[in-house]
Structures are given as C-alpha cells and as structure tokens.
C-alpha cells in the first residue's frame, strides 16, 4: 500500500500550491512522487510542468469505485498528491467518496464561516449562468456526504505558522506530517516508445511516461512551428493555448500531429448551455457510479452536456466526436487522455 495526499476544495483555496509544497517536501525526503488531478483540461498542469513535477490526470470513469481509481493510478511512485476542486459539486464529489481519508483545504480568512462561504460561492458561480440554477439543483447536496469521513483541514494564507497543518503568506508548508493520507494500491503501466516526439502548450503529461525523450517548447508556438518545418518527427503534439482566436498557419506533411486545441486549424461553434438543469445532482451522481462511461449525463443544452461523450470528457466545442482522424492528424475535443487514444488506435507506440 502506498500513500496517497487528497487536497479537496473550491477554487482559489489554495491547493495546487499546497501540492507543490508538499511534493517538494516529499522529495526533497527522497521519496519519487506523482502528482494527480481530476481532469481539468489543460487548468493548473502546465503549473506542475513548470515546477519538474511528474503530473497525471484522473478520467471521470476512474471514480465509479476505488478499484477502478486505482487502475489509472501509475504505479511504482513513494507517494501520491491528488488535487479536487469544486469537491462538493457531483462530477468531483464522486472522487471524494472513494476515499475514508482527505484534507480540505481551506483559505484562512474563509476559516470562520466555511461552509456558508461555499454556499455563497457556488450561488455566485451560478447566478452568472444565463441559464439559471434548476428547480432541483440543490449546490449543497453533496456537503455532508464530502465530510462524512476523516477529513483534516489545512489553513492557506495564514499571517503566522499555527498548530495544524498550514501554507503561510510566506508559501512555506507547516506541519506536513498532519496531513492525512489515504492508502491505495496502484495498478496503471503505462507503455514505453521510442518515437521522436516534439510538443508545445499543454497536454496530458501521461506522454512523458510514454515518450521519455519528448521536447517541450512550453507556450512557444512560434519556436515549435519553426522546428517542425525544419525536422522530421514520428509524432507532434499540438496542446492547448488558452487562446482561442490564435490560428496555425500550415500542418507538417510528415508523421503524426495530435491537436487539443482543433481551433488552431478548424472554425468550430462553442458548445453552448441554453437551459437550466432539469435534473439533480443525486442522480448525476449515481449515474456516474452505476452506469458504463459514455453514459449521457444529462439532456443535451443542459449544464454537463459538454461531458456526453464516450471518454465522459469535456468537450469545449460542437464536434460529433470527442476524437476523429484527418489525413494525418488526431483532433481532440477535450482532454483525451493517450491511453484512450492508444485504446482506440489514433496512437500507436
């Protein structure tokens, strides 16, 4: 068994910083450690790419129970840190419920009253949709089921070091023995190839598992462009900018091209939410526990429909699939993890 860090929370808590600190500190105590999030798209993982850490999205199937979790797991690491945020919310809380042990991560000035702070979070967050919040749409629902557990709270932003484990204004983590952790046993082995692998942008860092000897060019696109004019590569991945007017002027004539961001090429609708949710988050849920991936969440042009789809991914634009093929180039309407694409045969290795 081996040792796995939950950070649970909302947004701007804190937590990816308290990660970082605490894979440093992990590591820095020899220990090799993988850094795990629900799958965000490219949120937050160019964050830990900067920091050298060695980065893993979960998929949304990998929280139908603790087996299948720990299935995508990689194993072979000392520890584990995995980050949830909008950890009350159904597509996260169903992470939360795999575990008897988590750490809520909670900023210091929201101490007092946090639960009325999330409260009060996720109806902003929710007033903003034109949609609305639905007639049976209850934010809350999942607060008692996240604290139904052992659950240790780690203050961020504190003026001074306290008892409990705490990130300070100073960014120093204290008291890192408190945190709680959770045991698992993974399983993932993820295959080894030999190919000659450019990248730029961000895309799931499972491909440096994969492809050890890939180059990174960060956020250069110019640089990468330049390069893949100049060279011959078996495969280049083109990941995603967080621009979403930036276009590619030309596609290389030679080996495999994987784009997670099909704009750069294509003129693709957003996926628009136009009516409030008709149903709940109990059976979303539910839905996500009992029923195979692929599954439709909810009706589509409803809040969540971006994620039905077969990969149970979400899907920022209008495509009738999350993953398609042309000539030589793999778009991905999401965040398509490579083990899918392997699975399927747009990746061979």
């Known amino acids: 068994m081996t040792d796995l860090y939950v950070l649970a929370s909302i ?8 990660a970082i600190l605490l894979e440093k500190q992990l590591r820095n105590e020899g220990k090799r450690v993988a ?4 799958n965000k798209d490219q949120n937050d993982v160019h964050r830990y790419l900067f920091e050298d850490c060695y980065h893993y999205s979960v998929p949304l199937e990998a929280a139908r129970s603790k087996s299948a979790f720990e299935q995508w797991v990689p194993a072979g690491y000392d520890a584990y840190i995995m980050e949830i945020t909008f950890a009350y919310a159904p597509l996260r809380a169903v992470y939360v419920d795999l575990f008897e042990n988590i750490n809520e991560v ?4 929201a101490r007092e009253n946090w639960k009325e702070y999330v409260s009060d979070f996720f109806k ?3 007033s903003k949709r034109r949609h609305g919040i639905g007639p049976s749409q209850d934010l809350m629902a999942f607060w008692d089921r996240v604290h139904d557990r052992n659950v240790q709270t780690i203050l961020t932003k504190t003026p001074a070091v306290l008892d409990g484990p705490c990130v300070g204004t100073d960014k120093i983590l204290y008291h890192a023995d408190q945190i709680a952790a959770e045991p698992i ?7 080894r190839g030999i190919g000659k692998v450019i990248a730029v942008g961000s895309f799931p860092a499972e491909y440096w598992d994969i492809f050890p000897s890939l180059t990174w060019f960060r956020f250069d696109y110019a640089a990468f462009m330049e390069r893949l004019r100049k060279e011959k590569y078996d495969i280049a991945i083109i990941g ?12 290389p004539d030679h080996g495999s091209l994987i784009c997670y961001q099909p704009t750069l090429y294509l003129d693709l609708e957003r996926k628009r939410i136009r009516e409030p949710l008709s ?6 849920f539910s839905t996500i ?3 195979p991936p692929g599954t439709p969440l909810c009706p589509e042009g409803e809040p969540f429909c971006q994620f039905n789809n077969r990969f149970w991914v979400h899907q920022k634009y209008v495509s009738p699939e999350p993953v398609w093929r042309d000539g030589n180039t793999v778009f991905c309407n999401g965040w398509v993890l490579p083990q899918h694409l392997i699975r399927e045969g747009y990746l061979e290795v």
């Open 35 to 38: 850094c795990l999030q629900t």
């Open 289 to 291: 526990k009992q029923q």
């Open 124 to 126: 902003q967050l929710w």
């Open 240 to 251: 995603a900018s967080g621009a979403d007017k930036m276009k590619l002027q030309d596609r």
């Open 279 to 284: 149903g709940d988050y109990h059976t979303l």
């Open 106 to 109: 909670v900023s210091y000035d």
């Open 185 to 191: 046993e993974p399983e993932m082995e993820l295959p």
């Open 11 to 18: 947004p701007d808590q804190g937590k990816t910083t308290t």
